[in-house]
């Protein structure tokens, strides 16, 4: 069985994890003694996102190292899936802190209070640079694939975007003086990363409620491998999960009694790999046909009905 999570990707992320770890916490610090300093409630929420990352990334570090530990009688897929579990939760913290930094916008709207244009534009461009650094860090290579990485990613572009908008923020009230535009721009970066969360927040529960990738159609593949393999004469009982991102399957296949069964079996599970990436699939093939109360899940339509005719 072959799995995503190879010794040399996991040392990459962590490395990556580690490096964006140790500027976002760095920053974070400087844009929290920036934020009260200047009163800027930008300032305070980008700084409030970065306190958050900085936990997101150490529980995603943390995460990446328990994931390498190898699988064992208890749990004999390892430990990989405590890398979605981590993005679950950094999806969750982000979802809580936009709720807060909304909350903060409106008591400001109601209770307008001065701010600091240039001390929070010196500590915004400060952390605009130490956000393109962890996102550039986090984004690169192979490990954008990782959901658990990628959470991490989505934590720092919320910081990159709330660094953006503290910046326009300061320039418009070393401009005008207008402070409404802080609370404002807080609102809208922080709707921004709301919308990636969100997205994040589906894909993490959906694997961890071993739901089957949303790019695949069920129905289809067993049409697919029906049409490709004069054998196979009807598909069932077909169930697929994720694991570390990699698809795992079960399936029946009641098929023509072969000459060489071990040859058939090789060709379904080269179809499954090849044509749907699911590099591990356990397949049941039965010589009768199939009468159980599932038999009928994800049946193609009337009119698809041919495709199981050879």
């Known amino acids: 069985m072959a799995h995503s999570h190879t010794p040399s990707a996991g040392d990459d992320n962590a490395k990556r994890l580690m490096l964006a770890f140790g500027v976002t916490a760095t920053f974070m610090i400087v844009e929290v003694i920036g934020g009260f300093i200047s009163g800027s409630l930008a300032l305070l929420a980008d700084a409030g996102h970065m306190l958050t990352d900085a936990a997101a990334l150490l529980f995603a570090l943390l995460a990446v190292q328990f994931s390498r530990r190898p699988p064992n009688a208890r749990h004999t897929f390892g430990w990989i899936r405590l890398t979605t579990l981590a993005a679950f939760v950094n999806a969750i913290a982000l979802v809580v802190i936009t709720i807060l ?118 129905g289809e593949l067993k049409r697919n491998l029906c049409r490709s393999i004069p054998e196979v004469r009807n598909v069932h009982h077909v169930h697929v999960w994720l694991v570390g991102e990699k698809p795992v399957m079960t399936l029946h296949v009641q098929v023509i009694p072969p000459h060489d069964h071990d040859a058939l079996l090789e060709r379904i599970q080269h179809f499954l790999e090849h044509h749907y990436d699911v590099s591990h699939s356990t397949v049941q093939m039965e010589y009768q046909a199939c009468s159980g109360p599932d038999c009928r899940l994800n049946e193609p339509q009337p009119g698809h009905s041919h495709h199981h005719h050879h």
Not at 114 to 130: Q, R
Not at 133 to 151: D, P, Q, T
């Open 101 to 218: 930094i909304v909350w903060e916008a409106i008591q400001r709207f109601r209770h307008p209070q001065p701010v600091a244009g240039a001390t929070m534009m010196v500590i915004a461009v400060a952390g605009l640079l130490a956000n393109i650094l962890s996102f550039w860090i986090l984004h690169r290579g192979s490990g954008e694939k990782n959901l658990n990485v990628r959470a991490a990613a989505l934590h720092v572009l919320g910081d990159l975007l709330g660094s953006v908008g503290a910046i326009v923020a300061a320039l418009v009230i070393l401009g005008t003086g207008w402070t409404p535009v802080d609370p404002i721009l807080s609102v809208l970066v922080s709707c921004l990363v709301l919308r990636s969360a969100w997205q994040l927040l589906k894909e993490s529960v959906n694997e961890l409620l071993e739901g089957a990738p949303s790019s695949m159609d069920i």
